[in-house]
């Protein structure tokens, strides 16, 4: 990169920009070739050496070049900026010269996002290339950072209307031109400082912009903890800026994608977080523990996720909110459709006051509902992500307390009716070249993310019956009371001040617009995650019960079996949901019975089974090991069950488990393990764990061998599965790995489960329970190294 310029009238630095420019045309003193300016600008800009700067040339050079090259005149007023923006200048003229450059790239730009793209294409090189071409964007960059320079002790200044233009101009240049962004974002020192511009309300917006924009292509990730003064920031933010904030965070505390799906196997995660062990935390890990040390941080996130429509800010400094981004490009398009619709209300309440005699006001000071919730929706959205990451980071139990005193899930469940899960207007904001049902929408884009807070907040933690209402709580104790089994643990630990509040809970609400949900909704998948995520843990027969009475597993039939679902997506999720309503209750077995009561229907369910077992197979393992538990019971009920369910007759066939055993281990390979599909290792597990119990695991070995010679392909599939659960060993045997999560899945001990895959590895070939015992000598290949650096 080229050094800063020697202040303007300085001998020495006219001498050495003389000398420069001698030597990038090639040592003589006439004017380069104006074919290959623009080739040594570019060569410059790569390199640093040769032409990188409009301050290389004279400005009568530039004037006669630019009546061929339709340059705009920029060069020359790049030229005039360098002059004035020297370390002494008063930036008076700088200024001046500013608000000349900003409208010629903001209309290119313009016209670049909207696509419109007919002013770009009438000329070769479009206003934003020259500026950067010119040195615009270094020389805007040293501009910014004047302030970090001291001057016999003191910091210089520039005003917030420059930085605003500065940032404008660079945000254009970066919309328009390819590679300035990555640039920018390799200065490290620049991106920190940026952070201090957010300071002042008047850049907040554009310099929040610009930064999300670089991080969005930064290779590494920024660390929050670098930020000068980040807790004094951050906690001086108004609430709206704060949100806006939340698009910053949304970057720097997810762990960065590498984008490859070789990269999210089970191998390639695990050698990585050993690399990551020996590296200490991740960057997003010490942005997430520097954000939560802010004083107040998550309680002012809690607030803007639940605060209502009327309590977000006035209509007048909305509307002043609105004219920046208007002028700002990223939202340019949303604030096009939030006017439109403001029109189309003020047109309709004018109408309807003209009718009724009564005055009417101008839609600049009366602020229409529709945009208000609109706004509202756009910075809910934002919150809602940081939040949902912090609750899946390391300090996911901190956050869970945090988030349950500052009573977010009964803000949220207020909000439920009336905006989160609000019907659409006819005239619902959509975005430019989009739909209403489009998962790009706003209103849809909340109503995921509300459901995968729900998710991670549930999942496998106690403080999932604040979820509940106070009457619903008594519900379960009340099924637990008539069940005659104890209460569960943590539904008398709950603090009753912090659970939902009116005539329904959260997760009541969500059920019946689950239930209400068209056959084709994206929604169908992340609604039974959300309930799910409820179920998971050790098995609950009152949470199942309270499901139940609500008709979820009639719902689930008839999406699985009556509307044949075809989405793979919604088919695994509603499967794991049914499995877990289902596990080890005989209720559920008999609801089951009861609507699958032909053999017609029946034949649909396994068919949608049988079509994807990486979809199914939890419920294969949840009836597999159902069926274990109810015919160790002595009990009349039970007894019934399993002399008229369908499913349970089917599943508790030796020919029906070495199928599913089969095609699972069929399915998988170590290199092709993922968080997806490791479950199907597990589910044939299962099956030869219950095996085991009954002293059948030998036949079941013997049964896989001869399924092997049947398809010609002697030990293909035990040497498979016995990589498989070598692998098994190195992940689940880890350290660091957490085992009650099988352990409550099957209720299981996990010192079983470590028992009967050491008793299948036995290298001992005269062991009846050992897979080599299986193998013949000539297809043996069970130490092949599957390891991945």
Excluded at 16 to 39: D, E, K, M, S
Excluded at 230 to 244: I, R
Excluded at 308 to 321: H, P
Excluded at 582 to 600: E, L, Q
């Amino acid at each position: 990169m080229a050094a800063v310029p020697a202040a303007a009238g300085s001998g020495v630095g006219r001498g050495r920009r003389a000398a420069a420019t001698v030597a990038a045309w090639g040592g003589w003193g006439g004017r380069p070739r104006p074919g290959n300016i623009l080739l040594q600008l570019r060569q410059g800009q790569l390199t640093g050496r040769g032409l990188v700067r409009a301050v290389q040339f004279t400005e009568t050079f530039l004037t006669e070049r630019d009546k061929q090259s339709k340059w705009s005149g920029i060069p020359q007023l790049l030229l005039k900026l360098y002059a004035t923006s020297h370390l002494h200048s008063d930036f008076t003229e700088c200024q001046n010269i500013l608000k000349e450059i900003s409208p010629l790239l903001s209309m290119e730009a313009m016209a670049f996002v909207t696509e419109e793209r007919k002013l770009t294409q009438e000329t070769t090189y479009p206003n934003t290339y020259i500026f950067d071409l010119f040195g615009g964007v270094d020389l805007l960059v040293e501009i910014l950072m004047r302030p970090t320079i001291s001057i016999r002790g003191q910091k210089l200044k520039i005003s917030d209307e420059m930085s605003k233009d500065c940032l404008s101009i660079l945000y254009n240049t970066c919309v328009c031109t390819e590679g300035v962004t990555k640039r920018l974002a390799e200065k490290n020192d620049f991106v920190i400082f940026l952070f201090t511009l957010m300071t002042s309300k008047k850049t907040f917006l554009q310099t929040a912009t610009l930064i999300e924009d670089i991080l969005g292509v930064k290779k590494e990730m920024i660390r929050l903890d670098e930020v000068p003064n980040l807790s004094s920031l951050v906690s001086n933010f108004d609430q709206q800026q704060l949100a806006n904030f939340c698009r910053i965070l949304a970057v720097t505390i997810s762990e960065m994608d590498t984008g490859n799906d070789d990269k999210h196997t089970l191998l390639a995660k695990n050698a990585q977080q050993k690399k990551s062990l020996s590296l200490g935390p991740s960057a997003a890990e010490i942005n997430q523990a520097a954000l939560l040390s802010i004083p107040g941080f998550v309680e002012r996130l809690c607030k803007l996720a639940t605060r209502k429509v009327s309590e977000s800010t006035g209509t007048a400094s909305f509307l002043q909110e609105l004219e920046e981004w208007y002028t700002w490009l990223d939202n340019a398009l949303v604030l096009d459709a939030l006017m439109r619709v403001a029109n189309e209300e003020s047109e309709h309440n004018q109408g309807a006051s003209e009718e009724n005699g009564l005055p009417h006001t101008s839609p600049r000071t009366q602020l229409p509902q529709s945009m208000k919730i609109m706004h509202e929706i756009m910075y809910k959205l934002e919150v809602l992500y940081v939040l949902c990451v912090l609750l899946m980071g390391r300090q996911r139990n901190q956050v869970h307390r945090m988030i349950a005193e500052f009573k977010l899930i009964p803000g949220l469940n207020n909000l439920f009716d009336k905006l989160i899960w609000r019907k659409h207007s006819a005239s619902a904001l959509v975005l430019h070249g989009h739909n209403q049902n489009c998962d790009c929408s706003p209103d849809i884009t909340l109503k995921i993310q509300f459901l995968r807070l729900l998710q991670s907040f549930s999942d496998h933690h106690e403080n999932k019956y604040l979820l509940l209402n106070n009457q619903e709580l008594n519900e379960l104790s009340a099924i637990s009371l008539k069940a005659n089994i104890p209460e569960v643990e943590a539904v008398l630990n709950t603090d009753r001040s912090l659970v939902c509040d009116g005539k329904r809970g959260l997760l009541t609400r969500l059920l019946q617009v689950m239930k209400k949900e068209p056959a084709e909704s994206s929604f169908r998948f992340w609604q039974a995650r959300a309930v799910e995520s409820f179920l998971r843990g050790t098995t609950s027969y009152a949470d199942q019960m309270f499901l139940l009475k609500r008709g979820l597993l009639e719902h689930i039939l008839y999406c699985i079996v009556d509307s044949e679902c075809k989405s793979r997506d919604v088919l695994q999720s509603y499967f794991d949901l049914l499995g877990e309503l289902m596990k080890f209750n005989v209720d559920a077995f008999k609801r089951f019975n009861k609507y699958i009561n032909t053999d017609a229907k029946f034949q649909v369910f396994l068919k949608q089974i049988n079509s994807s077992l990486v979809d199914s197979n939890m419920l294969v393992r949840c009836v597999t090991l159902s069926l274990d538990r109810f015919e160790n019971q002595v009990d009349m009920k039970v007894a019934e069950v399993l002399s008229e369910c369908r499913l349970l007759a089917y599943i508790s066939q030796v020919p029906t488990q070495m199928s599913f055993l089969f095609r699972l281990i069929n399915i998988i390979h170590v290199q092709t393990l993922t968080q997806e599909n490791v479950s199907c290792l597990n589910t044939s597990l299962v099956i030869l764990m219950l095996a085991r119990r009954k002293e059948r695991l030998p036949l079941y070995l013997r049964l896989l061998q001869r399924m092997e010679h049947s398809k010609k392909y002697p030990g293909f599939l035990l040497n498979n599965f016995h990589n498989l659960l070598r692998f098994w060993q190195q992940h689940y045997l880890h350290k660091d790995k957490d085992s009650t999560c099988l352990e409550n899945s099957s209720c299981i001990s996990f010192s079983y489960w470590k028992e009967t895959v050491s008793i299948l590895l036995n290298p001992d070939r005269q062991s009846p329970s050992a897979l080599v015992s299986y193998i013949e000598e000539p297809y043996m290949d069970i130490d092949r190294d599957f390891t991945e650096e």
